[in-house]
């Protein structure tokens, strides 16, 4: 889940919002990005229903991706430290 949810913001960072008309209603608008390491048509399709709910245009989601990054990094050393403490 985590790889589809950066993907789709990588996916919304480069072509902004998804509109129907441009990009199709399947998956294939994306399999020109590099969006993981094993991509496959599986990933590519939640990605893209994911990239579909993101509507904020190319520029203001770049900062909101950023806020998401260090949220996620915030959980993540949270759950490093309490892990460590037992």
Known sequence: MAVALLGSYAA????GDHNPDTHGNTSDY??????????NDELLDRISELHRTHRLGRHLFKSFVIC????????????????SCM
């Open 12 to 15: 919304q960072s480069q072509l």
């Open 30 to 39: 994306l399999k020109g990005l590099e969006l993981s390491l094993h991509q």
């Open 68 to 83: 998401q990054l260090m949220a996620i990094e915030s959980d993540h050393l949270l759950y490093t430290v309490v892990c």
